[in-house]
T-cell receptor
Framework: NAGVTQTPKFQVLKTGQSMTLQCAQD?????MSWYRQDPGMGLRLIHY???????DQGEVPNGYNVSRSTTEDFPLRLLSAAPSQTSVYFC???????FGTGISGNTIYFGEGSWLTVV | GIQVEQSPPDLILQEGANSTLRCNFS?????LQWFHQNPWGQLINLFY???GTKQNGRLSATTVATERYSLLYISSSQTTDSGVYFC???????????FGPGTSLSVIP
């Protein structure tokens, strides 16, 4: 059971380049999301998905695109990289978000992070 | 949107001491979780606790949903407890999970 797998772990981009951060989970989770973490700050939600074919914006969606064609995969695309997108990116998944059920399947699992530098 | 506050922002403890971390949120939630981010950046789920009290070894957590706060207790702290502790909440009204700014904990020998 691999859990949540993110690739690449480290990447350096030039301003204006595009790239895709890959995220895959093997736990049959419906909910997947992407966060960014800047130095000394908490995690800010970029985009999330409650199931295949459904995506929505989080707190800081500008400059990023997502798609969810399968339950397992949730790639994050940087359309035209900017230095302000230098950050650590985390992918996360959970079975659901709870809605009062209280089941342990609502636990959120994180990937190990992707360190992105835009120069 | 929902606001999440955590206190204190920074905490330094002597090994063996106890501490209480607080998370306040501004709206009703159906999902609340505590995470520990270790010095290598790894995020580990500690508790899923939208209400009530749970304990896991030296850690315990209590959420009083009606008063919109949660507490994380760390007893007999160890140096391996160092890192950042985050509270994350899922508002009842929509499907997002929002993180608080975190509490940075340093446990010194």
């Amino acid at each position: 059971n691999a859990g949540v797998t993110q690739t690449p772990k480290f990447q350096v981009l030039k301003t204006g380049q595009s790239m895709t951060l890959q995220c895959a989970q093997d736990m049959n989770h419906e909910y997947m999301s992407w966060y960014r973490q800047d130095p000394g700050m908490g995690l800010r939600l970029i985009h999330y998905s409650v199931g295949a074919g459904i995506t929505d914006q989080g707190e800081v969606p500008n400059g990023y695109n997502v798609s969810r064609s399968t339950t397992e995969d949730f790639p994050l695309r940087l359309l035209s990289a900017a230095p302000s997108q230098t950050s650590v990116y985390f992918c996360a998944s959970s079975y659901s978000l709870g809605f009062g059920t209280g089941i342990s399947g609502n636990t959120i699992y994180f990937g190990e992070g992707s360190w992105l530098t835009v120069v | 949107g929902i606001q999440v506050e955590q206190s204190p922002p920074d905490l330094i403890l002597q090994e063996g001491a106890n501490s209480t971390l607080r998370c306040n949120f501004s709206d009703s939630v159906n999902n609340l979780q505590w995470f520990h981010q270790n010095p290598w950046g790894q995020l580990i789920n500690l508790f899923y606790i939208p209400s009530g009290t749970k304990q896991n070894g030296r850690l315990s957590a209590t959420t009083v949903a009606t008063e919109r706060y949660s507490l994380l207790y760390i007893s007999s702290s160890q140096t391996t407890d160092s890192g950042v502790y985050f509270c994350a909440v899922g508002p009842t009204s929509y499907d997002k999970v929002i993180f608080g700014p975190g509490t940075s904990l340093s446990v010194i020998p």
